[in-house]
């Protein structure tokens, strides 16, 4: 009975594997999708909370230099002479003033992106959660 042909209404084994193997294709394919919508929505706010802890940073940067300017300023003012110096504001304390002014607003932005980088999660938490919910469902379908 090997010529007998097959004339039920049931699908054979291997197109139910073929339809099986396709639908974990497709499935692998729109979580790859959904992936990267996430990261690219991701990324843009990553990018702004990196750019304002970046000019927090730099703006850190040049307030601790000119506080570094300052203390030599400071130096050489207090070793001067009683009287050499006519200004009304001393040079390091001009320095000073615009030391802080750099470092409060180095201050500033750095917390604005910390607290940028806190209201999100720059890693694809969404698909992940899924990738591992459609992984429990396969190992234990059989």
């Not at 209404?9 to 959904?34: H, V």
């Not at 990553?46 to 506080?67: E, I, Q």
């Amino acid at each position: 009975m090997a010529n007998e042909v097959q004339t039920s209404s049931e699908p054979s084994t291997t197109s139910l594997l073929r339809g099986i193997i396709k639908d974990i294709g497709d499935l692998i394919r729109e979580e790859i999708r959904f992936a990267r919508a996430e990261m690219r929505s991701d990324l843009k706010r990553t990018g702004s909370a990196t750019a304002a802890l970046a000019l927090g940073a730099g703006a850190a940067l040049l307030g601790v230099l000119l506080f570094a300017v300052m203390l030599v300023f400071l130096l050489h003012w207090l070793t001067a002479p009683a009287g050499t110096d006519p200004a009304s504001v001393p040079l390091w304390a001009c320095f000073g003033i615009w030391s802080g002014v750099f470092l409060l607003t180095g201050a500033a932005l750095g917390w604005y992106g910390y607290k940028k980088f806190e209201t999100f999660n720059p890693l694809p938490d969404e698909t992940a959660q899924t990738v591992r919910e459609n992984v429990e469902w396969l190992m234990n379908s059989k």
